[in-house]
Every structure is written in structure tokens, then in C-alpha cells.
């Protein structure tokens, strides 16, 4: 645990958060629609995006110290029959507990090293709990310890709109001569539901992490002419830039547009089809805050998560998946001085893992990821003791139909290693 959590930050002083009701429990939340406090003002929410989670009151008045000493007790009394996985955005006092700590690309291969644990307790998003499900063996059982924590980009792609765009562009693509390849391949961010992973899984198409995303488009050129990338537009742009393609075959569709709101010439030539939508998070990341950096702390070394808007990925010296942030800060030196555009809980606790570095979060205010931070130790206690009560509360089942599709994507996305 860090000397000063986040979480203690913002109970100290939710009058420098990006939202003060940040400082409530979680559960006050669990049932309201829209993301909860801390995600971006206005961000429009598709609909449906909750997935109502409950506590019951014992937990949510539960004070933090017997609150701890019951996650000791049931995880000592589960022993191995369970495995719980920490994304690095989860707030200190729940990924304290986990035995694997990553980016979604390890996690998911995490899921895979544990067969003989009967459950996956997954302390991160909803995607990636699902993820977890497809890839288990099928008597485990996978956990969101709080079912309200959802994404919301992950949220801005859902299935029939995907559907109904890639009908558009197959009537556009359909008298191409495709040279025995796919006019279209479709690419999914693994921030994305199970059923669009399954719709890429049907459709030739793959899913791509943040630490994989250049692999994965190499992969899908040797097989497409060009790639349908959803959700996040920012990831899609970044790295198809970062391959050399240039900004005008890198289009922005919309599926609600006729004619996907791009002229016929543009959609023919397109190299990368972008979907519109992006990460509140990363979104608050900007150039500006970058050169304040810059003039503060000269030779400052900036490294940013690759969901920023492009400006922001050029502007630093280096991008990549939050794994590649816990690297570049792991090979700095003693006396660098590091400013990262990624989450809070990260930024946070690199900083106190090398102290003798200055290491810094480029936006100013504390605004962590809201749906990670749905997941408080109290959900973490009532769903590990459910389990020794023989109860699995807060299971995530993805659909047999939907999850073989969705495997198909998923094992070839994991063949396609990080460089
Ligand atoms: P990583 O794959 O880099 O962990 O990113 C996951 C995520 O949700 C970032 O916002
Ligand atoms: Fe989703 Fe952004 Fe949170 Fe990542 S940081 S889980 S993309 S909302």
C-alpha cells in the first residue's frame, strides 16, 4: 500500500477531485443510471450501460479495519481454490490483495495460469471480467466484485450499430476486387462487450490490447485491405499513425450518419475506419498540460497511455499500454523526473514505489478511472465471503454462443505478442 492512497486523497480533500461525491461509497451509486462521479461531465451514455451491483448495509458500515481483517481471513481460508486479478488503475486497498497485478493484455493471460483455482476474482472492469470467462476452463466461475463497474468506452460500441455499419461498408466494398483478401477486417479494443469480440470472432476479425495494438494491425493487413477499429477511436489512430498510415485513410465513421457520415471516395480508400469513441480518463489528458510540465521540470521525460487524443501522444516523449508506463518508470533513475498521462491509482502508486524519483500525474486533478473505483474493499470482503459460505455472489457468465466466437478473437489477439 502507498503512503497516501488516492483513496485517502480524495476522502481528505474531495474538494480537489474532479468531482467531490467521489468521497461517497461506491454503493450509493450501484443503482443510479450513468457512470457515477469522476467520469467526464459530458460524456454522453449509451443506453443500457449500468449493471446494477448491490452491498448490503453490514458492508457499506463496515469499518475499514474489520473490513480488512475479513478479506485476510477468507482469502486464508479459500486458500488456492481462488485467484484474484488487480488491474493497475484499482485503488491500493483492494490490489493489495491480488496475486496478479497488470494490463489487460497480462491479465488475460493471467486468467489462463491459475486452472486448478474454482474462481476468478477479478478486480477490474466488466470487459475484462467477461474476457476471464471466455478464456476459463468452463467449471470456474469469474467474479466482478461490484457489478456496477463497467466502462464507459467499452460502452460507447454496442452490437447493433457495429452490425449496421459493417452492412454499410459491405455494400460499399462489394464490386471491389478484393485480391483474395477481406475488403474489411474488424478489430475490437479489448475494452469492448463480449458480444462485439464474438461479432470479430464470426467475422475474421481479432481483438487487440493497448500493449498489442501494432501486432495486431499488422495481422490484420496480411489478411484485410483495411480495419474497422472500435471503440476507442485514439488507440486506432495512434498506432495506425504510428505505422505510417497517413491521417486522410485514417476516417472517423458514425454509425448513426447516413452513409456513415463519410463521402464514398473517403470510405474506399480508408486504411483504418475509425469508431468514435474514446476514454473519459485519458480524454483529460492534454498538450498543454504537457508543456506546463516541460517548463516546470525541464528534461522531463512525458510517457502517456496511447486512449490520449493524438496531439497528446505526440506531444510526449513516449506512449504505450500501462504495463509499458510500469516499465519506462522501472528503467528510469534515481533523480529523473517522470510526468504520466494515465490513471490516478497508477500514477500514485508508482510514485511511491520510487521515491527517489519525482513522478507526477500530468492532469492536476484527482480524477480516477469512476467505474474501476466502484470496487471498494467492502465488495471485495462480501464476494470473498460468499465464497466460503459456498455462494457465488457477482458471478459474470457470458452466453455459450457468444462466448465461442468470442474465443476465436481473443486466442488469436493472444498470439499476438507485445513488442
Ligand atoms: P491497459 O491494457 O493498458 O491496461 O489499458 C486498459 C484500460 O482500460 C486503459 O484505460
Ligand atoms: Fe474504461 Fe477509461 Fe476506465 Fe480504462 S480508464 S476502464 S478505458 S473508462
Known sequence: MTATSVNDRIVAAPGATCDADLADGPWIFDLVPGYGPGSSENDAIPDPVTRPGQLPVAYQKMPDDELHARIRAARDTLGNSVVILGHYYQRDEVVQYADFVGDSFQLANAALTRPEAETIVFCGVHFMAETADILARPEQHVILPNLAAGCSMADMADEDSVEAAWDQLMQVY??????????????TYMNSSAA???FCGRNGGIVCTSSNAATVLEWA???GRRVLFFPDQHLGRNTAKAMGIPLEQIPMINARKPGLGVDEHVLRDAKVLLWPGFCSVHKRFT?????????????VKVIVHPECPMPVVDAADASGSTEKIRKFVEASQAGDVIAIGTEINMVNRLAAQYPDRTIFCLDPVICPCSTMYRIHPGYLAWTLEGLVAGEVRNEIVVPDDVARDAKVALERMLKAVPR
Open 174 to 187: 462489394a464490386d471491389e476486387d478484393s485480391g483474395g483478401k477481406q475488403a474489411v477486417v474488424p478489430v
Open 196 to 198: 462485439l469480440k464474438a
Open 221 to 223: 493487413f496480411e489478411r
Open 287 to 299: 498538450v498543454d498540460q504537457i508543456d506546463q510540465a516541460r517548463s516546470q521540470y525541464p528534461g
